[in-house]
């Protein structure tokens, strides 16, 4: 199972907004919603941002949004701030009923 | 409140074997799968498979099969790598599946380091 493929850097000023990708195939992000986001600071463990494509979990904040189409999954985030600097990495649930990580994808708030 | 509360950083010689622990408490530790992901140094996530914490019953991913076993024992997961390799260098994270859909991961471990070096 190969990767999921994200950019490996997106930026943006503060108060703006971006948007990273997540291509996959038919056999993973195309066939199911079942896409999940983590955040990653440096030296940190994973946090959860979004599951089941655009769900966020309690705590997260609304300014994160995500949504698919087609084989390509994305995540917004509004209002860029400077604590969202980090790497991010999408994954999905694949038709061998197994998980797949993105390549994942810096955010650097210029 | 739920923790997962992992083992401390390890250094082996390839060849040697390592096991790392997950101990998880602030919830019923039977009722989520654990998930294993390996993160190498500069490099991304890597889904590496997941135990039933019910049954006890192991999945691993492509990759993960012959030196790699999971294990459980009460509210604790284990990890255990044989003939580690230079490669292994790595840090290994639990993560808990929330359970309601299919791989969503609410909570992680702190990450346990392993270094494989002569």
């Known amino acids: 199972q190969s990767a999921l493929t994200q950019p490996a850097s997106v930026s943006g000023s503060p108060g703006q907004s971006i948007t990273i990708s997540c291509t996959g195939t038919t056999s993973d992000v195309g066939a199911y919603n079942y896409v999940s986001w983590y955040q990653q600071h440096p030296g940190k463990a994973p946090k959860l941002m979004i599951y089941d494509v655009n769900d966020r979990p309690s705590g997260v904040s609304n300014r994160f949004s995500g949504s698919k189409s087609g084989n390509t999954a994305s995540l917004t985030i509004s209002g860029l701030q400077a604590e969202d600097e980090a790497d991010y990495y999408c994954?999905?649930?694949?038709?061998?009923?197994?998980?797949?990580f993105g390549t994942g994808t810096k955010v650097t708030v210029l | 409140q739920v923790q997962l509360v992992q083992s401390g950083s390890e250094l082996r010689k390839p060849g040697a074997s390592v096991k790392v622990s997950c101990k998880a408490s602030g919830y019923m530790f039977t009722s989520y799968a654990m998930n294993w992901v390996r993160q190498a140094p500069g490099q991304g996530l890597e889904w590496m498979g997941w135990i039933n914490t019910n049954t006890g019953n192991p999945t691993y991913a492509q990759g993960f099969t012959g030196r790699f076993v999971f294990s459980l024992d009460t509210s604790t997961a284990y990890l255990q790598i044989s003939s580690l390799k230079a490669e292994d260098t790595a840090v290994y994270y639990c993560?808990?599946?929330?359970?309601?859909?299919?791989?969503?991961?609410?909570?992680w471990g702190q990450g346990t380091p392993v270094i494989v070096s002569s």
């Open positions: 993560a808990r599946d929330e359970g309601s859909t299919w791989y969503n991961f609410d909570y």
């Open positions: 994954s999905s649930y694949t038709s061998s009923s197994t998980c797949v």
